[in-house]
């Protein structure tokens, strides 16, 4: 069986085109004039360039971190162009009908079509092209909720109080060195806000797509659920097939009230690279929520892309009763590299966590888990649970578990479990004598080994991320 | 309907089948006995095209068709299937599932619609009675968890559902108590329609007393030694394998 896997590595990336747009793009290069020309080109409050400018300043004193199990040629920062928007999105379409239709396909192609009667029943969505949102759908319908959907550089205008209330609350500017660039270039993402007591009511979305070259994509979430309310959100993420490597770095934020909920799902599909590493983008982000009394934060990701991952999305179990989750798959081949997992930081009493990752290496990937779970001292019998569970196809790749656990407090009770295991011959022979052929087999096995996973995504997704995977998994077996 | 000549199989780098010879036709039973390692669950393997079994020589058509031609999944299509003597669990994956992929995937090599999940449900349902399981089996991991019985009664279910053109058992009676025999039986007979074939493999003259085979066959060393009705059954169960060495022998001397 291992030969089967060496010979056919051929990997299939539906999301690889490039859509002909005509784009305004700074020239290559970053200092602080370029970070005043982005600020003004979004018309941005006097405080949010000196905000900016900050970070910069912090960011520059910076070293960017080698402590993850990856290996890349370090990023040169002055060759990357820190904005890019189609300039179609110049004067601000009011309505879809004035989008470019270019940029509309693309999202077609996508599978994800932006005018609301095709969309998915209850999904509002928030596209977001290289620099700028295309569009968000389905405002009115939750405008009368009373909640906030849009663009963050949008929300800059509209509701400047709010994101300067909360903008670097969870992770500050100067947190590390990817969130430090973030906070100095970034351009655009989506901006959340639920009322007290308001269930959203629909999931919200934001779709993610880098188009041109030489630019990275640098966005910025910031999600607010007041008290007692509720929202579930999914990001994806897609990008052209090319062979230099792009540079993703992201920032979300999460604040979760009193007795609030929020839902993250991820669906990540950035280009990977070929068979022989090269291109793909490079995710370098940094995802953290803050909870509140019994608020609960949730995390789930489905990583399969980006040629080099860097992702630790966290909780600070702050308030008393609080519960954080982290649902993990990540799958990695070809030579793709992820060290992704958590970290979750128990400050109140009876903080409750939950860490479930399932890591699938094919291939010659190498893919990590790395774990935080710190107990401190004023957790009083916070309680965590750790799974991390490791499936390997083929015998060129690697899995390997970094848990970090530090506890101040007696009462608290930190459980961890690991496996390793491989896609058997036995398996696979048994399903082939059954009928089916090499690949639906090594899918419908990965896919029951991330069965714990996609119970936590929304149905919708659930379904897209098992695609997904097989896509992925195409290949990996001859 | 199955037509072995002269199969030579080893496994790495061991012989294991030295010349085997078996002819069967639709509808037809044939039991295979034999000591251990005689090579029994080989011939399972290398009918069904198990990676790692390699033929030397010699030729197994099927329908007409060369079996050795095709690719694994390809046999099942064609309507071979294995109850194996050591079923694998597959976490995490359901037997609904599994069983609805596998359905699909036979229906659809014979360019028939797949079955919608109301139709497959239900016959999924009556198989699961036939070997009196649960139906809560239908929602737990392959064999995940599963006794050695329950394992087996799930390969006869699998059976069931897939109604191939022939079945191979590989000892599906070992290990099961005297009412789960009765029950794994009960599944293969209502399998017997006169035309699908069967191949029992087992170390047990009971299991043929519930399936009546047509042939008896003595598998030792790679090679079929003895050929016979039910009653060659009867006589292996009383006198055992040691013969086995006399007739070496003597087969040596001649
Ligand atoms: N991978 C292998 N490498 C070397 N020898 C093998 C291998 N697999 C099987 N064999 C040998 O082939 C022979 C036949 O094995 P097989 O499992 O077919 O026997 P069997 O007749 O089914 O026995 P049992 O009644 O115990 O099930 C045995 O001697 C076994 O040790
Ligand atoms: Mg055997």
Redesign the pocket.
Known sequence: MSEQIDQALARKYDAGFVSEVESETFPIGLDEDVIARLSAIKGEPEWMLEWRLKAYRTWLKMEEPDWAHVDYPKVDYQSISYYSAPKSMKDKPKSLDEVDPELLRTYEKLGIPLHEQEMLAGVAVDAVFDSVSVVTTFREKLEEAGVIFCPISEALHKYPDLVKKYLGTVVPRGDNFFAALNSAVFTDGSFVYIPKGVRCPMELSTYFRINEQNTGQFERTLIVAEEGSHVSYLEGCTAPQRDENQLHAAVVELVALDDAEIKYSTVQNWYPGDENGKGGIYNFVTKRGLCEKNAKISWTQVETGSAVTWKYPSCILKGDNSVGEFYSVALTRGRQQADTGTKMIHLGKNTKSTIISKGISAGRSNNAYRGLVRMGPGAEGARNFTECDSLLIGDQCGAHTFPYIESSNPTAIVEHEATTSKVSDDQLFLCRQRGLDPEKAVSMIVNGFCKEVFRELPMEFAVEAGKLLEISLEGSVG | MLSIKDLHAR??E?T?LKGLNLEIKPGEVHAIM?P???????LGYVLSGRD?YEVESGSVEMDGKDLLDMEVEERAQAGLFLAF?YPVEIPGVSNMEFMKESVNALREARGENTLSSAEFLKKAKEACKQVELPLDFLKRGVNEGFSGGEKKRNEIMQLIMLEPKIAILD?SDSGLDVDALQVVAKGVNSQRDGERSFIVVT?YQRLLDYIQPDYVHI?SKGKIVKSGGPELAKEVEASGYAWLAEAEAEGADA
């Open positions: 496994v790495e061991t294991i034999g251990n390692g005689a090579g029994k669950s080989t790692g003597q000892e170390h598998l």
